[in-house]
């Protein structure tokens, strides 16, 4: 069974610029969460998708979204980049109703650095 | 609402030694309790995970963890540490029943000295 799988893994880009990441979850899965971790703030929550419809978010600002689809891919987007959105961002996957299916797989991460 | 904390930001061991890593939840009702491990540059591994069974729970690479109710603990421990084990571990807690997300601690450095 395929893991979860993130694109890029490593992406440079400058202030002002927007980006996009991609994530594909493990087969039969309909949840995905993102998360940005840093050194400084550790392991932050981003939001979280099922079966298309964001489920819950955390506390950033609006710059900061995303979406899923129907085949339960999710993308995020970071628009207008900020030097402090460098940082390593984690998809990871569950199959996200009752029980342990909340336990989360996660992918290897994309490395943004914001130059 | 639920949560979980972390004692210690850093541990050092050194090889051989017991490795024990804290970890104490706060939860309104019964939990799913779980401890993954980071590698340097990599995304988190699941060790081990507590969803209401045997309370001693046993996962990968010689790890286990202890649920104990009266103590609200989930502590992570090994008996013999050894080098491959230096990595980043993140304890984290959900809920048993209904949807709940998973709130993960602020994680644990460990370093395994020679």
């Known amino acids: 069974k395929a893991g979860v799988t993130q694109t890029p893994r490593y992406l440079i880009k400058t202030r002002g610029q927007q980006v996009t990441l991609s994530c594909s979850p493990i087969?039969?899965?309909?949840?995905v969460s993102w998360y940005q971790q840093t050194p400084g703030q550790g392991l932050q929550f981003l939001f979280e998708?099922?079966?298309?419809?964001?489920?819950n978010k955390g506390n950033f600002p609006g710059r900061f979204s995303g979406r899923q689809f129907s085949n339960s891919r999710s993308e995020m987007n970071v628009s207008t980049l900020e030097l402090g959105d460098s940082a390593l961002y984690l998809c990871?996957?569950?199959?996200?109703?009752?029980?342990?299916?909340?336990?989360?797989?996660f992918g290897p991460g994309t490395r943004l650095t914001v130059l | 609402a639920q949560s979980v904390t972390q004692l210690g930001s850093h541990v050092s061991v050194s090889e051989g030694a017991l490795v024990l890593l804290r970890c104490n939840y706060s939860?309104?009702?019964?939990?799913?309790l779980f401890w993954y491990v980071q590698y340097p540059n990599q995304g988190l591994q699941l060790l081990l995970k507590?969803?209401?069974?045997?309370?001693l729970v046993k996962g990968i690479n010689g790890f286990e963890a202890e649920f104990k109710k009266s103590e609200t603990s989930f502590h992570l421990t090994k008996p013999s540490a050894h080098m491959s084990d230096a990595a980043e571990y993140f304890c984290?807690?959900?809920?048993?029943?209904?949807?709940?997300?998973?709130?993960f601690g602020t994680g644990t450095k460990l370093q395994v000295i020679p």
């Open positions: 990871a996957s569950s199959l996200g109703r009752g029980g342990d299916s909340y336990e989360q797989f």
């Open positions: 087969s039969g899965h309909r949840s």
């Open positions: 998708y099922f079966s298309e419809t964001q489920r």
């Open positions: 939860s309104s009702v019964p939990p799913y």
């Open positions: 507590y969803t209401s069974a045997a309370t």
């Open positions: 984290a807690v959900s809920r048993s029943g209904g949807y709940q997300k998973v709130t």
